[in-house]
C-alpha cells in the first residue's frame, strides 16, 4: 500500500538545528516535495528532490535517498517563524501522473 | 497575479443543505485539484482536473462533484453535506510539465452541523 510516515510533532531550540524525517513506501516514484504550513494557511512549497543527495536553498536543505525510501529535511540557524508543518509529499506516476501522496505532517515548535 | 483564490473562507451547513466551493486561477495553469485536510492525516485527493473538460476521481470522490468549463474555475460541489465532510478544504494548481509545484488557495474551513 501507499504510505508516508514522519514524526508526528518535534520542539526545537532558537538557533539551533532540526532535522524531520520521511520514510515513504509507494507504488511509483517520481520526486518528493516538502511543504511548509503555518497554523491556518495554505501549504506553501520548500523543496523538490527527484535524485538522490542532498538539495541546499538558504537555510533549508533537503536529502533523498530512493533505495531507503527516505528522506530529512534540515533547517538551520531556526527561527521563531519557523513554527509550523512539515509536510511531506510524494509524487506516484500512478494513472495521472501528477497525484501526490502526503504525510500527515510534523508540527516543528521552536522555543526561545 | 492573484495566484489561487477560493470562495468562501469559512462556511457552515446543515445536513443534507448542499454548497458550491469556488476555486479560480489566474496562472493559466492546467492542472487543478482539490483536496480536504483533516487532524492527523495527511491531504487527500477529492477530485482533479488536468485540463478543461477533464475531471477524475481521486482517493475521496463520494460525495462530491466537480466540473471544469474554463481553465481557470474549478469549483467542487457538496451534493447533501454530511458531519464527516467537515473539514479544511484546498484547490491547488499545478503548471503543465517542469517540476510542478503545486499553488495553493488559501482554503475553506466547513463546518457541517
Known amino acids: 500500500g501507499q504510505n508516508i510516515d514522519q514524526p508526528t510533532e518535534m520542539t526545537a531550540t532558537e538557533g539551533a538545528i532540526v532535522q524531520i524525517n520521511c520514510t515513504y513506501q509507494?507504488?511509483?516514484?517520481?520526486?518528493l516535495f516538502w511543504y511548509q504550513q503555518h497554523a491556518g494557511e495554505a501549504p506553501t512549497f520548500l523543496s523538490y528532490?527527484?535524485l538522490d543527495g542532498l538539495e541546499e536553498k538558504g537555510r533549508f536543505s533537503s536529502f533523498l535517498s530512493r533505495s531507503k525510501g527516505y528522506s530529512y529535511l534540515l533547517l538551520k540557524e531556526l527561527q521563531m517563524k519557523d513554527s509550523a508543518s512539515y509536510l511531506c509529499a510524494v509524487r506516484d506516476p500512478g494513472d495521472s501522473n501528477y497525484q501526490l501522496i502526503w504525510g500527515a505532517g510534523t508540527k516543528l515548535i521552536i522555543k526561545p | 497575479n492573484a495566484g489561487v483564490t477560493q470562495t468562501p473562507k469559512f462556511q457552515v451547513l446543515k445536513t443534507g443543505q448542499s454548497m458550491t466551493l469556488q476555486c479560480a486561477q489566474d496562472?493559466?495553469?492546467?492542472?487543478m485539484s482539490w483536496y480536504r485536510q483533516d487532524p492527523g492525516m495527511g491531504l487527500r485527493l477529492i477530485h482533479y482536473s488536468v485540463g478543461a473538460g477533464i475531471t477524475d476521481q481521486g482517493e475521496v470522490p463520494n460525495g462530491y462533484n466537480v466540473s471544469r468549463s474554463t481553465t481557470e474555475d474549478f469549483p467542487l460541489r457538496l451534493l447533501s453535506a454530511a458531519p464527516s465532510q467537515t473539514s479544511v478544504y484546498f484547490c491547488a494548481s499545478t503548471p503543465h510539465g517542469g517540476r510542478e509545484t503545486q499553488y495553493f488557495g488559501p482554503g475553506t474551513r466547513l463546518l457541517v452541523l
Open positions: 496562472m493559466n495553469h492546467e492542472y
Open positions: 528532490n527527484v
Open positions: 509507494t507504488s511509483g516514484f517520481n520526486g
